[in-house]
């Protein structure tokens, strides 16, 4: 079992900044794939990045150029940074990590781009 802890979610401008931190709770670390999805309201979850166990990073159209996914394998973590925010960014973020035939989620944390 793994467990997933987000953080760094909040209300942000659009044009403003935040970086999402997950922090998992496993000796392995390095053998997950980590992801961010996010789910807003009426809508369904949908994949925001993922970063494979070497470190390959995948976005969405919608994201490309404005996020970044990172992992520290010391540290047992994956950020998402998140530039040039927008209302549609609007949502709760999920951190999910994944081993086949295994997979986790976090609890999510929200955020919301507003002026």
């Known amino acids: 079992q793994v467990q997933l802890v987000e953080s760094g979610g909040g209300l942000v401008q659009p044009g403003g900044s935040l970086r999402l931190s997950c922090a998992a709770s496993t000796s392995i670390f390095s053998a997950y794939a980590m992801g961010w999805f996010r789910q807003a309201p009426g809508k369904q979850r949908e994949l925001v990045a993922t970063?494979?166990?070497?470190?390959?990073?995948n976005y969405a159209d919608s994201v490309k150029g404005r996020f970044t996914i990172a992992r520290d394998n010391a540290k047992n973590t994956v950020a998402l940074q998140m530039n040039s925010l927008k209302p549609e960014d609007t949502a709760v973020y999920y951190c999910?990590?994944?081993?086949?035939?295994?997979?986790?989620w976090g609890q999510g944390t929200q955020v919301t781009v507003s002026s």
């Open positions: 999910k990590a994944s081993s086949y035939p295994y997979e986790y």
């Open positions: 970063i494979t166990t070497g470190g390959r990073a």
